[in-house]
């Protein structure tokens, strides 16, 4: 009998084909595949309807600070929302305009237009990371307490003004009426710190100045547009001609702007009747022009003006015009670049975004928005150099300009006389329509 030892006897079976062996080798590399997700796990696919909407993120925000930050107590609503909304209209990047405030601060924004409102009576701007005294007001308390323009502002209350920045500056200095406030005080040409403690009060901000130069020329300084600019300017202009001036230096610097209104009307003061002074475009590209009045006498006086880097918003509008009919030279440094008509929107809990809704153009169809207004002579003030903020009716001399480069250019220009328009030119820029 044959016998068998192990499966050396078994029947195989048959060799695998062509289709076997490409199934096999799929089947192996989706192992491979299922083996690396297993190490790997894919991203979740998120849909269209799943994506956070920035309103849930905020309540996300908003939920995790309350439940993980160490100060509970630090945590305020009110400072928490207003901190929020603040950022948000930040973030646009309409500096200076387009921003939020909270009922307190738009109060004061209404004072200031008013011309009117509570605190010690300087003016203040940011120059080389300090911040100077740039005017003291007459009657004021900062005048009784021997502040002087040029001073550099240390701290408010205690707080160093680094971390306070100019607007909180601002914020800080102004107040309820009767209420003290500390100023710390630096001044430069002695080096000595001193403070001073004053009792707020009722500050009606000088709106408009004149003063007579050397060589029979006026100076006539707008310092904002707020309710009154005109009428100012108009009595102060009537005074220079009435002492016959020659020549007339219009010193906006520093003025942050204002009503559109009052800039429209003191173009009215330099441009013919019924003359484009600027058009406000919206975000559907309608325009709207403004024009000045029918029935304005504007003066034909030699013109220079005066703007710098602090010029904006109506500012801008009035030497941008000017500057397109050729009516004056434009001296200083270019503008702030703040060209949007600014529109008021309250919100519920009294607070408002103040929106940019509409960017001027000057009537030769130039943007102001961002790029502000140049100078047809750029002069800058050197490091130890201020405006010269005149007194109504000064006698101003030679010596006097020496410490403002910028207006002695400014008074130079005119008493040459022949690169400054004489008489008011009509609408002939290109964009005039």
């Not at 799929?26 to 956070?52: C, D, H, M, N, S």
């Not at 609503?77 to 921003?99: E, M, S």
């Not at 020496?402 to 022949?418: F, H, I, M, R």
């Amino acid at each position: 009998m044959q016998t068998t030892n192990g499966n050396k006897n078994r029947a195989r079976p048959p060799a695998p084909q062509g289709p076997w062996i490409l199934i096999s080798l799929a089947l192996f590399l989706a192992g491979l595949l299922i083996g690396q997700a297993w190490r790997e796990p894919l991203a979740p696919v998120t849909t269209a309807a799943e994506v956070p909407t920035p309103v849930a993120i905020f309540n996300e925000a908003w939920t995790l600070l309350y439940e993980h930050y160490v100060d509970p107590a630090a945590l305020d609503d009110k400072r928490l929302l207003a901190g929020a909304l603040r950022g948000l209209a930040d973030a646009v990047g309409d500096n200076g305009h387009t921003r939020y405030l909270t009922p307190e601060e738009l109060a004061q924004h209404s004072e200031q237009l008013a011309g009117e409102y509570a605190g010690v009576g300087i003016e203040i701007e940011e120059r080389d990371g300090l911040i100077v005294v740039r005017d003291v007001f007459e009657g004021s308390p900062a005048q009784r307490a021997g502040i002087e323009v040029g001073d550099v502002l240390v701290a408010v209350d205690g707080l160093p003004v680094k971390e306070l920045g100019l607007d909180g500056v601002v914020q800080h200095v102004r107040g309820a009426e009767g209420t003290p406030v500390t100023l710390t005080l630096e001044r430069p040409r002695d080096g000595q710190t001193f403070e001073v403690t004053l009792v707020r009060a009722k500050v009606r901000a000088p709106l408009v100045r004149w003063a007579l130069l050397p060589e029979q020329v006026g100076v006539l300084r707008i310092s904002s547009f707020s309710t009154g600019a005109t009428d100012g300017a108009r009595a102060a202009l009537t005074q220079l001609e009435e002492l016959g001036v020659r020549g007339l230096i219009l010193d906006l610097r520093g003025n942050p702007g204002g009503l559109v209104d009052e800039a429209v009307n003191v173009s009215g003061l330099f441009l013919p009747p019924d003359t484009v002074v600027f058009r406000s475009r919206d975000r559907s590209g309608n325009e709207t022009t403004y024009r000045t009045k029918p029935d304005s006498q504007p003066t034909t006086l030699p013109l220079v003006v005066l703007v710098d880097r602090d010029s904006a918003s109506a500012a801008e509008i009035v030497a941008g015009a000017l500057q397109d009919y050729r009516r004056a030279r434009i001296v200083g440094e270019r503008t702030f670049g703040t060209g949007t008509v600014l529109i008021e929107f309250r919100l519920q809990d009294g607070s408002a975004l103040l929106i940019g809704t509409q960017i001027w153009v000057t009537p030769n169809g130039r943007v102001i928005w961002r790029n502000g207004i140049e100078p047809d002579v750029p002069v800058t003030l050197g490091p130890n150099e201020m405006p010269l903020v005149p007194r109504n009716g000064q006698l101003l001399t030679k010596d006097d300009l020496q410490t403002d480069a910028q207006l002695t250019a400014a008074w130079q220009l005119l008493n040459g006389g022949d690169s400054v328009q004489t008489a008011v030119v009509g609408p002939e820029c290109a964009g005039c329509r």
